[in-house]
């Protein structure tokens, strides 16, 4: 089934968001697959937002996501990558559409509260940063027939 990664940033953390963002992944019928709360190490950001290495803002983003502790999860689902990507909102909260997380939560694009991988390769990619293949837990849901 396909997976992704979804982590709830330090901005989030600190807002008492993890229960809300989760409530939501719930509400649409996914399945938490794996979830710690954790410090990033610097070596791990910039691993994790390697692509983004050359960008004026990633000393900053590098900060930032290492400023306090994150929620990192796996989610599980069909269509889960794409799906995600669409209840965040844009990177840019301002940007982001009312309803979606990053539309009703953010403002500032540096702090926009969550992450969620942007494509299959990215979703293995990032899951395989920060979880080992034991900490995926692997269940059916009974109502999952209904989703
Ligand atoms: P996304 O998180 O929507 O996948 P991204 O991969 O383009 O967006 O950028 C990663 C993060 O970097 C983003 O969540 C917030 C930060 N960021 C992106 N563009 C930025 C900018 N112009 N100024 C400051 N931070 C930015
Ligand atoms: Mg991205």
Known sequence: MEKTFIMVKPDGVQRNLIG??????????????????????????????????????????????TSGPVFAMVWEGEGVIATARKMMGATNPQDAEPGTIRGDFGVQVGMNVIHGSDSPESAEREIGLFFNEDDLVSYEKTISKWV
């Not at 963002?21 to 910039?46: C, D, H, P, W």
């Open 20 to 65: 809300e963002i989760v409530q939501r992944f719930e509400n649409k019928g996914y399945t938490l697959a794996a979830g710690k709360l954790m410090n990033i190490s610097k070596e791990l950001a910039e691993e994790h937002y390697g692509e983004h290495k050359d960008k004026p803002f990633f000393g900053e983003l590098v900060s930032f996501i």
